[in-house]
């Protein structure tokens, strides 16, 4: 099945400074990937996504690319802020008969003052 | 409702005890979604529902597992039985599109078995 690697577990980086979280996945009829930030004690909230047939989407400062054929992609926040403060999780979603999406083990984000 | 709904917020049983949980998914919404989160964060994949029909179980422990999205009620996921290692939150989700859809969360309903 479906397996998604994301790295890394924790970042920390300074106000003003970008952040890049990346991850793999192993199934290459995955064609959705979004990314979910999750603040503490909260629920999960879609931040970006991109479909298999676009190769970079940017949203203000959060951006996402997508390599298909390394089956990578990332997730690229510029001009960080303390309110980025999170946990960051990246999916694959993928229907093989039944449909699931996948998610990374997460990457919490701590963006210091 | 325009969000989805999950109760109860919180659950305490011992082990060994029944615990079952609901979610009202966003009305309009065909697919409903259960992961589990344990302490480390990483969201570990249950069960989906197309309406009231199995979508993909692949996820569910299927022996003590036991999920339901009947018409006009709250989907639920029952756990017979509980053990110590079924303490997590447990999410809700749901989604107006099936594979390439954004997935809406609940709060979550957070299980401690004793």
């Known amino acids: 099945g479906e397996n998604v690697e994301q790295h890394p577990s924790t970042l920390s980086v300074q106000e003003g400074d970008s952040a890049v979280i990346k991850c793999t996945y192993s199934?290459?009829?995955?064609?959705?990937f979004p990314w979910y930030k999750q603040e503490l004690g909260k629920r999960p909230q879609l931040i970006i996504d991109?479909?298999?047939?676009?190769g970079e989407k940017k949203d203000q400062r959060i951006a996402v690319t997508l390599n298909k054929t390394a089956k990578h992609f990332s997730l690229h926040i510029t001009e960080t802020q303390p309110e980025d403060s999170a946990v960051y999780f990246c999916?694959?979603?993928?229907?093989?008969?039944?449909?699931?999406?996948?998610f990374g083990a997460g990457t919490r984000l701590f963006v210091k003052a | 409702g325009e969000e989805v709904a999950q109760t109860p917020k919180h659950l305490v049983r011992g082990e060994g005890q029944k615990a079952k949980l609901y979610c009202a998914p966003i009305?309009?919404?065909?697919?409903v979604f259960w992961y589990q989160q344990v302490l480390k964060n990483e969201f570990k994949f249950l069960i989906s529902?197309?309406?009231?029909?199995?979508?993909?179980e692949t996820g569910m422990p299927k022996e003590r597992f036991s999920a339901k999205c009947l018409p006009n009620s709250p989907c639920s996921l029952e756990i017979q039985a509980t053990k110590l290692e079924d303490s997590a939150v447990y999410f809700c989700?749901?989604?107006?599109?099936?594979?390439?859809?954004?997935?809406?969360f609940g709060e979550g309903s957070r299980l401690t078995v004793l």
């Open positions: 199934d290459s009829a995955s064609n959705y």
């Open positions: 999916a694959a979603s993928l229907n093989t008969g039944g449909f699931k999406t996948i």
């Open positions: 529902f197309q309406n009231e029909n199995v979508f993909d």
């Open positions: 009305k309009g919404h065909s697919y």
């Open positions: 989700a749901s989604s107006q599109s099936g594979i390439t859809g954004e997935l809406f």
């Open positions: 991109i479909r298999s047939n676009v």
